[in-house]
């Protein structure tokens, strides 16, 4: 079985980015939720053992081997030279951006990412697309100069948890919670659009919480997202996970009404077969499902 420890000599590397170079950047994403996506960075040093879900792809496809492989990030020199090509070529295409699905653009204590991110973000913005940005990095301030990026940019962090000891086992080397919740929020108080991806939500045999506790303190964002937590055997030994989640999303929903915030449950998180809640949360939710399937039509 393959170790999760790093080595000395492995978190030293960590800090030194290589570099390699690539054929293309911009691609579409077959996201539910997204057009457009690019990664500038192959790898990433969060080292988050959800587990993640880009690097399970990397090492399915050959790209790396190991854990301790994917947390030696690489920048793709060339990004911003393949933007400059492909951006006249689909500009009428491409309704936004996301940054970024297998790696992360402000990638904590890595300043090298993150000065290629803000160039990448002013690329796009003289081409008058929008970004949509996920990180578990602290957002730096200039992001809200509007003269240099876009003023329709979404700016998101990921979210799943306020506990500090569960934040040390499965996102060991991510920006501090506080830290980045604040980021966000001075952000949003500039008058940027924010929003939260509470995905991969854990089971309660991961982490004890009270998913309202995480709730009030995300909601300043403009937007939230809600989605199970994949590609693991330990949500599933939790008797009853698939009601946990289905509990849950209505927590957030009805949250989200009231407070007049926009939200997205992720497909498959809400499963009503077998269910044993209650049939008003029932009712909830399959109205949920059936004006998604309306709008997707």
């Not at 940054?99 to 002013?122: N, R, W």
Request: charged residues 30%; glycine residues 4%.
């Amino acid at each position: 079985m393959e170790s999760n420890v790093l080595t000395e000599e492995t978190m030293t590397e960590m800090t030194q980015i290589r570099k390699i170079r690539r054929k293309t950047l911009l691609y579409q994403s077959g996201v539910e939720y997204a057009d457009y996506a690019l990664n500038h960075v192959e790898g990433c040093t969060h080292g988050c053992r959800y587990p993640c879900y880009a690097m399970m792809l990397k090492k399915r496809c050959g790209v790396i081997h190991t854990y301790q492989d994917w947390t030696k990030p690489k920048i793709v020199e060339n990004a911003l030279e393949l933007l400059e090509k492909e951006l006249p070529r689909k500009k009428n295409k491409i309704k936004e951006v996301f940054l970024c699905f297998a790696t992360d653009p402000f990638m904590y204590q890595q300043p090298d990412v993150e000065e290629l991110t803000l160039k990448i973000l002013e690329q796009l913005n003289r081409y008058s697309i929008k970004s949509v940005i996920i990180s578990k990095g602290i957002y730096p301030k200039v992001l809200s100069d509007t003269s240099r990026f876009n003023p329709d940019n979404e700016y998101g962090s990921t979210l799943v948890s306020l506990n500090d000891d569960f934040q040390s086992k499965y996102e060991p080397f991510a920006s501090p919670i506080k830290d980045r919740v604040k980021a966000l929020k001075n952000l949003h108080d500039a008058g940027l659009r924010t929003w939260i991806s509470m995905e991969p939500y854990p089971t309660p045999n991961l982490v004890k919480q009270d998913i309202q506790q995480i709730l009030k303190e995300i909601s300043f964002a403009d937007k939230i997202v809600f989605g199970k937590w994949n590609y693991s055997k330990l949500t599933q030994a939790f008797r009853g996970y698939k009601d946990f989640y289905n509990v849950n999303a209505k927590e957030v929903i009805q949250f989200c009404k009231k407070n007049r915030i926009d939200f997205h449950i992720k497909d498959k998180t809400i499963d009503l077969t077998n269910t044993e809640i209650k049939s008003t949360e029932k009712k909830i939710l399959s109205n949920y499902l059936r004006l998604t399937a309306v709008s997707d039509v």
